[in-house]
Structures are given as structure tokens and as C-alpha cells.
């Protein structure tokens, strides 16, 4: 019997973004799986200063930084000219290795904000 579990690998990105890959057809999650992700979350995020979860601030890609903005103010700031529709936003839904490589930074104009 073969105990090694799944390929795994984890990796915090940009100081904001903490990447889980595991490979889909070795494991299928399960509600503890999740719950033990969720509290791994909450551990290493108290340990470095970051709310991974904290659903009410987005990143954007300014230049070459990376800025944590309310969510709130992100059309206020793209009609005062502080960003425009082209600025960068992370786009936090992707589910495919592919997709990090590809579709992770997207322009605001292309996200999910353009229509909030």
C-alpha cells in the first residue's frame, strides 16, 4: 500500500496570496480537509500580519507594487484617476495551475469590480 498521500505544494506570493496546488486526481476534498485548510490559513496568517480571508479588500498591481485597497473605494479611486480600468487586479477564483500562469492578474476592466 502506498502511504505517500497526494503531490502537494504550498507558497505565499506578493506577501498577500498563499497558493495550495494539489493534485486533483489523487485527492478529492473533503468538509475536514477544508476545515484544516481554513484553520492553516488563520494560523500562518496571524504569524505574518495577513487576513488571507478577508474578502472585503482586493490587491492591485500598481506599478510594480502590490496594494491592498477596500473594495469599496476601488471605483472612486479609478473616477478620481488614482487607477484607471487598465490597473491590474489579482484574480482570486482561478482553480487551474493553467490559470495562475495566465489569467491570475487581469485589468479591472475584465474583473468581477467592473460590474460592482
Request: with cysteine; proline share 3%.
Amino acid at each position: 500500500m502506498n502511504d505517500r498521500g497526494p503531490a502537494t505544494s504550498a507558497e505565499i506570493r506578493h506577501g498577500y496570496f498563499l497558493i495550495f496546488g494539489v493534485e486533483e486526481k489523487a485527492c478529492k476534498l473533503a468538509c475536514f480537509t477544508i476545515d484544516t485548510a481554513i484553520h492553516l490559513l488563520q494560523a500562518i496568517g496571524e504569524e505574518i500580519k495577513v487576513n488571507f480571508l478577508d474578502r472585503t479588500k482586493v490587491v492591485l498591481q500598481v506599478e510594480s507594487q502590490c496594494l491592498l485597497v477596500p473594495v469599496q473605494e476601488v471605483k472612486e479611486k479609478v473616477r478620481q484617476g488614482v487607477l484607471s480600468p487598465d490597473t491590474k487586479v489579482f484574480n482570486n477564483v482561478i482553480t487551474q495551475k493553467k490559470a495562475l500562469a495566465t489569467n491570475w492578474l487581469i485589468p479591472l476592466h475584465d474583473s468581477w469590480l467592473a460590474t460592482s
